[in-house]
T-cell receptor
């Protein structure tokens, strides 16, 4: 089974802190994604990566950056956390061969106070 | 604007009753279509997908979905719900590339 793990299930940070969310997948997938999930808005794509060191902005990249130094690991970085970044963050991975099926991690619920 | 619409925010259904969740999309060409389920405290799990061919698609957990091109719809159905089907359901499309676009979700409550 594909497994996507996220470093924390719950995280509480203060405004202005730098926050790292880590995601690891064990299926050698080329594509990895970061979403945020908010009630009534569904999932919105923040960034995705289609290869090591390659990234592309999603629909809501402002205030976020990403890093992919190894194929299995994709990090989301909040350079200076703000209260409007309080949300559920979901990581996903997918093969690069057109199946389009994404496998999701359990999510990290981030609260910024 | 291109979008995925799930008209029902919340549906309550009795255990054993049938369930239908609606999904409409507004893209020029037929996109790839998906339904995902998110149980409380968990990530999303793929229920089923439609790329082409037979417009009635069977998925896991007894779910099925029907693609109707004329209505730009991809509705999810289950003939008899179980208490474990209480969850949030998301319709998603891939209009281009690998990027999924999600609907806002429908929360399903199952009453005994």
């Amino acid at each position: 089974d594909v497994k996507v793990t996220q470093s924390s299930r719950y995280l509480v940070k203060r405004t202005g802190e730098k926050v790292f969310l880590e995601c690891v997948q064990d299926m050698d997938h080329e594509n990895m994604f970061w979403y945020r999930q908010d009630p009534g808005l569904g999932l919105r794509l923040i960034y995705f990566s289609y290869d090591v060191k390659m990234k592309e902005k999603g629909d809501i990249p402002e205030g976020y950056s990403v890093s992919r130094e190894k194929k299995e690991r994709f990090s989301l970085i909040l350079e200076s956390a703000s209260t409007n970044q309080t949300s559920m963050y979901l990581c996903a991975s997918a093969t690069g061969t057109g199946s389009y099926e994404q496998y999701f991690g359990p999510g990290t619920r981030l609260t910024v106070t | 604007a291109q979008s995925v619409t799930q008209p029902d925010i919340h549906i309550t259904v009795s255990e054993g009753a049938s369930l239908e969740l609606r999904c409409n999309y507004s893209y020029g060409a037929t996109p790839y279509l998906f339904w995902y389920v998110q149980s409380p405290g968990q990530g999303l799990q793929l229920l089923l997908k439609y790329f082409s061919g037979d417009t009635l698609v069977q998925g896991i957990k007894g779910f099925e979905a029907e693609f109707k091109r004329s209505q730009s719809s991809f509705n999810l159905r289950k003939p008899s719900v179980h208490w474990s089907d209480a969850a949030e359901y998301f319709c998603a499309v891939v209009p281009r590339g690998y990027k999924l676009s999600f609907g806002a979700g429908t929360t399903v409550t199952v009453r005994a």
